[in-house]
């Protein structure tokens, strides 16, 4: 399973790849540890959750000096910072203050500066409880398409976090809270780049192949081209996991038409000014990356790295991390370090989310056959430094 898919298959992929290393079998390691070889076969493919004694037994009989317990850490807690108190909002003021919100948070989540997840779903709450029948009716739609995108930029943060079921339950309540506000095009937001997208990383590709469909319908109806755009690309990158290449180049395709022909009669939402041309070719990277086409996938991503935004410092670490993999694929070791060394610029000074941090151990997993080698020793320290410090 791909490390990159959540806490418990990046668990399996570094105690697998450390049973190795020692050269144990799974029937040895159980025995060490007193569980089955099967229990541990399952464990390494995330297909059952280990105990925290059995993690403790495991970091103990593998000399792992603590790594296997803090990467498990994720399994059993779900500690968050102290609940923020909800602030009082009137009916004229809720609107204002949580579009405030929103755009600070999305900004800092963009660069990585900083974790308000909680202060999020709290200003989303406290607008979604206002008492709105004073107000005029488009007051009230444009107050339920404010707690919407809240709820939207919620949902991306959990899943970020590694939190898919809550994420789901955000995306469920966003596009319920955007269909009442009459907002197709935020109904296609939430619907593709959002829950479609987390489906495709979190490993159901089919699920998110059928969601960026419904988004594109959806966008279609809003009329926003633009948007339009990205859910074509979600679906590209959900038929390059699932290895239909006719499928994927025919959306990218569609994507950039789309793109081409986008007029913006008044300025976009703020939520789409993550996709544009720059973000279009870094997709394309990713899809040919996903289709096995390592050198293709580096152009691509060479030509995002030109043109994309620096804005958006998630974006560039991740498509810098899979130029590293394709390069690492292709067994060109100096480049692959040169890319990995752009990502720990980029994501050294900012707060770093599970799912970036998994990215990265994912590159290790692959960097740490080629330790040896030189040239790759310090990048490979400095990763694991980076990766100790995060988890």
């Not at 590694?162 to 009459?182: H, I, K, L, N, V």
């Not at 296609?188 to 990383?201: C, D, F, K, M, R």
């Not at 789409?272 to 899809?287: A, I, K, M, N, P």
Request: with cysteine; net charge positive.
């Amino acid at each position: 399973m791909d490390p990159q898919v959540s806490a418990a298959a990046l668990f399996g992929a570094e105690l697998r790849a450390r049973r190795l290393a020692r050269g144990r079998s799974l029937r040895e390691l159980g025995q060490a540890v007193l569980v089955s070889g099967e229990l541990l076969a399952k464990v390494e493919k995330a297909q059952r959750r280990p105990r925290p004694d059995l993690v403790q037994r495991l970091d103990a009989a593998l000399d792992a000096r603590g790594a296997l317990e803090r990467l498990a850490a994720p399994l059993f807690t779900t500690a968050d910072r102290p609940p923020v108190r909800p602030p009082t909002l009137s009916p004229d003021s809720a609107e204002p203050r949580l579009r405030r919100v929103i755009d600070e948070v999305r900004a800092a989540d963009h660069a990585l500066a900083s974790d308000r997840l909680a202060e999020l779903t709290t200003f989303a709450g406290a607008a979604a409880a206002v008492d709105g029948s004073g107000l005029t009716a488009a007051a009230r739609l444009s107050l339920r398409r404010a707690v919407a995108e809240a709820q939207q930029l919620a949902g991306w943060m959990l899943f970020d976090r590694g939190d898919q079921p809550g994420a789901e339950r955000m995306f469920t309540a966003a596009r319920s809270a955007a269909r009442q506000a009459g907002a197709a095009d935020l109904v296609a937001y939430v619907l593709g780049p959002s829950a479609a997208y987390s489906n495709i990383w979190g490993g159901d590709p089919e699920l998110g192949v059928e969601r960026a469909y419904g988004s594109l319908a959806w966008a279609r109806r809003s009329g926003n081209r633009r948007l339009a755009a990205f859910a074509a690309a979600v679906a590209a990158r959900a038929h390059a996991r699932l290895g239909e290449e006719e499928l994927c180049r025919r959306m990218l395709g569609e994507s950039e038409s789309e793109l081409n022909r986008h007029v913006a009669t008044e300025p976009d939402p703020g939520w789409l000014s993550v996709f544009d041309e720059g973000t279009l070719v870094g997709y394309r990277g990713s899809c040919l990356f996903d289709l096995g086409k390592p050198r293709e996938a580096i152009a691509e991503l060479e030509r995002e790295e030109r043109a994309g935004s620096p804005l958006f410092v998630r974006n560039r670490i991740i498509w810098r991390l899979e130029s590293a993999q394709a390069h690492l694929k292709l067994g060109e070791l100096e480049p692959a370090c040169a890319a990995i060394e752009k990502a720990l610029d980029h994501a050294e000074p900012g707060a770093v989310t599970p799912r970036v941090v998994r990215v990265f151990h994912a590159v290790a997993l692959r960097v740490r056959a080629s330790r040896g080698v030189r040239g790759v020793a310090a990048t490979s320290e400095r990763l694991r430094d980076f990766i100790v410090a995060n988890e």
